[in-house]
C-alpha cells in the first residue's frame, strides 16, 4: 500500500508497520505511517502534512485514522503542531490550513 506519489521513498517496513516519505521537505503531504493489528488487518494510519515555516518555526498537520473492525465508522484525530506546541483541531480546520496553504489534501 504505497502512496501513489512518484517522489515517495519507502522508509521503514517492519512486520506490522510501513513508512514512506517524500524525497523533499516542501510543502504538503510529507509521511505516511501504516500499522496492523495483530491479525495484519489495518489497524491504523498516521499522514504528516508539511505547512509552510512561520516565524522560522516548523509547522505540520498529522492526522491519525483507527479503522474499525466491527463496521462502524473511522476514527480521525486531527493535530496541528508548531515547534514545540501541538493542539488538537477539528476536520474543519484543517481542511481551512491546506486551503489557506494551497495544500490538496488527500485523505
Known amino acids: 500500500m ?4 512518484i517522489n515517495w521513498q519507502p522508509h521503514y517496513r517492519g512486520s506490522d508497520d510501513a513508512e514512506w516519505s ?3 521537505s516542501s510543502p504538503g503531504h510529507q509521511r505516511k505511517l501504516i500499522f496492523l493489528d495483530s491479525l ?3 489497524g491504523w494510519e498516521e499522514d504528516t502534512y508539511n505547512l509552510k515555516r512561520a516565524d522560522s518555526v516548523d509547522r505540520y498537520v498529522n492526522i491519525r ?3 474499525s473492525k ?5 476514527s ?3 493535530m496541528y503542531e508548531a515547534g514545540m506546541n501541538n ?3 477539528s476536520h474543519s ?13 488527500d485523505y
Not at 504505497?2 to 506519489?5: D, G, V
Not at 480546520?93 to 489534501?105: G, R, V
Request: charged residues 30%; aromatic residues 14%.
Open 2 to 5: 504505497s502512496p501513489t506519489r
Open 22 to 24: 517524500k524525497e523533499d
Open 40 to 42: 495484519h488487518r489495518l
Open 65 to 67: 485514522t483507527y479503522f
Open 70 to 74: 466491527s463496521g462502524s465508522v473511522d
Open 76 to 78: 480521525s484525530y486531527y
Open 87 to 89: 493542539k488538537m483541531i
Open 93 to 105: 480546520q484543517a481542511d481551512s490550513i491546506f486551503k489557506a496553504e494551497k495544500i490538496q489534501s
